[in-house]
């Protein structure tokens, strides 16, 4: 039962980072039900499998918490400085008040200065 749920939190995830507008909402579609996915998926092979597999399934569990969402907010941080999201989706830009407080403000008039690869 925790495979194929697992499969199903993945492909969620998958059809997430098809459908959605925006390099932020993609990101969370990935982070949250990729990595609920992939958990789901080590869990029910740990079942399946003899208990000494269990260390390396665990291993692979915490490096999967661990880096997902330290890789998310570095790709969340460069997209917000390259113009890659739309601001005026944005309810309250916590990130740029913060910025702007550091004397770093990113310009979000105009678009001058915008990253051409951002838009690929």
Not at 82 to 111: M, S, W
Request: hydrophobic share 50%; aromatic share 4%.
């Amino acid at each position: 039962m925790l495979l194929p749920a697992g499969a199903v939190f993945c492909l969620l995830g998958a059809l997430g980072l098809h459908r959605f507008p925006d390099t932020v909402s993609r990101l969370h579609a990935a982070a949250k039900a990729q990595t609920l996915g992939v958990l789901l998926v080590l869990v029910g092979a740990a079942a399946q499998m003899s208990p000494r597999h269990a260390p390396v399934l665990l291993l692979v569990a915490l490096f999967q918490l661990f880096t997902v969402p330290i890789t998310s907010q570095i790709i969340a941080r460069t997209a917000y400085r390259t113009h890659g999201l739309d601001r005026d989706r944005l309810l309250r830009d916590e990130l740029g008040d913060r910025l702007a407080r550091d004397g770093t403000p990113v310009d979000a008039g105009d678009g001058a200065g915008r990253d051409d690869d951002a838009e690929r």
